[in-house]
């Protein structure tokens, strides 16, 4: 095993465990930390009650709703939106064999957001569970779509392109969402609770969440992992991949719709959490290399840590506020795009 | 170096009538080509000729605006790629690679239309690779990552991913343009040797003396037409190199294939 920053590889198994390490860990610090003191063993009892098999005593009623209906749900919802997250931007980069490629950088989570504000907004939400993740899905796959057809020219995608058509559309559903929202305004708290959850964050999220976002985790991931060897070949150009023999259509569709098919799932629950897809890719790719069959699930790992982690963040650095999530994400993320941005500098004029 | 495989009869790979259109115009029209097994052919052409298209048209990645691609009497288009991919595999001119991939996991890639989706590579792949690696004189260089790899050295671990398919023709796209002379010949004589034992190779030079001595036989292309196809001998001729490539040939005595020494026209 290879074990080293840059010119090394890390090895795969042990990035894997020291992830899931970290994820426990803020996990359980999620579980045990919040606004309201709760002695440790009582956590713990509400835990075995509700995860090991046989009798228990019944547990304080206050602080089983705590810690089982807000706590826990916060936790497992934050770890699989960034693992959606981080999973479609790995995607995402290599299929436009961009680093910079992400779903808020392209506006893919702005039109997911599109989609599930009209969804809301013309009430359709109320009824059926999936609406809005099924609505924000279909704003993500037009969005990519769009953007797509805008910068891609005989399968390639110069980074200028692409960031510009990002920049562009992400302005313009940004301003479609304004839009919805205020000509919904009347009735004022529907249409403040929307305005709240489009700026990202997984607070009072419960277990309905986490049933809304799985089924479009789980299709998404499975395509992920069914087209992950594609990626690689991808990596190296239509040409190549093609003679080589990718059907190229086949899986540039399949891995279109999976990334946005886990980013409307994530968006419709969180709002716009911004930077996951574009950061924890691209580290993972540093460390790991660019082969999809490890890339893939270690980013979905680490986005889950890093949400967690996040979220833990926007809970506890101004409390007894919260911040919002999307804006913790931000901080870490923004700095990074910048960066890469600089380190990129001579590669962004060039086209192929 | 030594030849990657166990004896193998390659395909028939024909084009009839092919014809490629990009952005309204023809990079190549009304080319008829047999490459026939076990047989070692060389493109050759000036620059814009249309060598690199021939070569995609071939390979079956880029598809035909009019005409037919076959191999082995089936259409090249309506076969599946993956099966198209175990039976032609093509080296396209060197690109920069910007992903960092190791050499090993990149020539790897080339096992992709071997490999099941979900467990990827079998430890006979990975024996098969390291002696793809071992035939081009890269396995030293098996855990480098291809993004710090000279010209040179890319390019072989190109022909090694091209070995890596099992692929019974081979359409490389100067494949020697970067190699020192050493390399460079070795690189030919690899291609003989594979020619030799079963597959069809068909190789862009710009070397046309590489290609008279190298070739069994060698296609003229000029302005997107091919203009003769033959045994060196017959084709390439003081008269067509005048025509073609507008230089003054002047033939060498004194070896088997025709030798020319170039100038420019008066």
């Known amino acids: 095993m290879r074990v080293a920053f840059g010119g090394y590889r890390a090895g795969f198994w042990w990035y894997m465990a020291a992830g899931l390490a970290l994820l426990l860990t803020f996990a359980g610090i999620g579980l045990f930390r919040g606004s309201v003191p709760l002695d440790g063993r009582d956590v713990l009892a509400v835990l075995a009650r509700h995860l090991l098999p046989g009798e228990h005593d019944p547990a304080d009623p206050r602080v089983d709703a705590i810690v089982w209906s807000l706590r826990a749900p916060r936790v497992v919802v934050a770890a699989m939106v960034g693992g959606c997250l981080a999973l479609a931007g790995a995607q995402m980069q290599g299929l436009f064999r961009n680093p910079l490629a992400s779903p808020g950088i392209v506006g893919t989570s702005t039109g997911a957001a599109t989609g599930a504000v009209f969804a809301l907004t013309f009430g359709l939400a109320g009824g059926f569970l999936l609406a809005a993740p099924l609505f924000a899905v279909a704003g993500a796959i037009l969005s990519l779509l769009i953007v797509t057809r805008i910068a891609t020219r005989d399968g390639y995608t110069p980074v200028t392109t692409l960031l510009l058509a990002g920049v562009a559309l992400n302005a313009l559903l940004a301003a479609v969402n304004s839009w919805l929202i205020a000509r919904s305004w009347e009735q004022y708290e529907a249409a403040r609770r929307i305005a709240y959850w489009m700026m990202g964050g997984v607070t009072d999220r419960g277990w309905v969440h986490a049933g809304m976002l799985l089924p479009g985790m789980v299709v998404g991931c499975a395509i992920a992992v069914w087209f992950a060897r594609d990626l690689d070949l991808l990596l190296e150009g239509e040409e190549v991949a093609a003679s080589l023999g990718v059907d190229i259509e086949r899986a540039k569709r399949a891995v279109l719709w999976s990334a946005a098919i886990l980013t409307g799932s994530a968006v419709a629950v969180s709002g716009v959490v911004g930077f996951v897809g574009l950061v924890v890719p691209h580290l993972v790719r540093l460390l790991l290399g660019p082969v999809h069959r490890r890339l893939l699930p270690a980013a979905f790992l680490t986005g889950a840590w890093f949400v967690v982690g996040a979220d833990l963040l926007a809970r506890t650095v101004a409390a007894p506020q919260e911040v919002f999530l999307g804006v913790v994400t931000a901080f870490v993320g923004a700095p990074f795009f910048l960066f890469l941005l600089v380190r990129h500098e001579g590669e962004v004029a060039v086209s192929r | ?266």
């Open chain 2, 1 to 266: 170096m030594t030849a990657a495989s166990a004896v193998t009869v390659a395909p028939r790979l024909e084009l009839v009538g092919g014809g490629v259109e990009r952005r309204g115009r023809w990079l190549l029209r009304g080319v008829d080509l047999v490459i026939e097994p076990a047989t070692l052919i060389s493109v050759v052409g000036p620059n814009g000729a249309g060598k690199s298209t021939l070569l995609r048209l071939l390979s079956g990645a880029w598809r035909l605006t009019e005409g037919r691609a076959l191999l082995g009497g089936f259409d090249l288009a309506a076969l599946p790629r993956r099966q198209a991919a175990r039976r032609v595999a093509y080296v396209p001119q060197t690109v920069r690679p910007t992903f960092e991939f190791t050499v090993r996991e990149f020539v790897t890639l080339g096992r992709y239309p071997h490999e099941s989706r979900l467990f990827g590579t079998r430890s006979a792949d990975r024996e098969w690779i390291d002696r793809c690696l071992e035939d081009t004189d890269v396995l030293a260089l098996a855990e480098r990552r291809v993004t710090t790899l000279s010209g040179g050295e890319l390019q072989r671990v190109l022909m090694a991913r091209c070995l890596a398919t099992e692929a019974e023709v081979l359409l490389l796209d100067e494949p020697t343009s970067n190699l020192d002379l050493a390399h460079g010949l070795d690189l030919l004589g690899l291609a003989r040797n594979l020619a030799c034992e079963g597959r069809s190779v068909v190789l862009v030079l710009h070397d046309l003396n590489a290609a008279a001595r190298f070739a069994d036989r060698v296609a003229v292309l000029d302005a997107g037409a091919l203009v003769a196809e033959g045994p060196p001998a017959e084709v390439l001729s003081p008269d067509l190199l005048r025509r073609v490539f507008r230089v003054l040939a002047v033939p060498l005595a004194g070896s088997a294939a025709p030798v020319f020494d170039f100038e420019p026209l008066p």
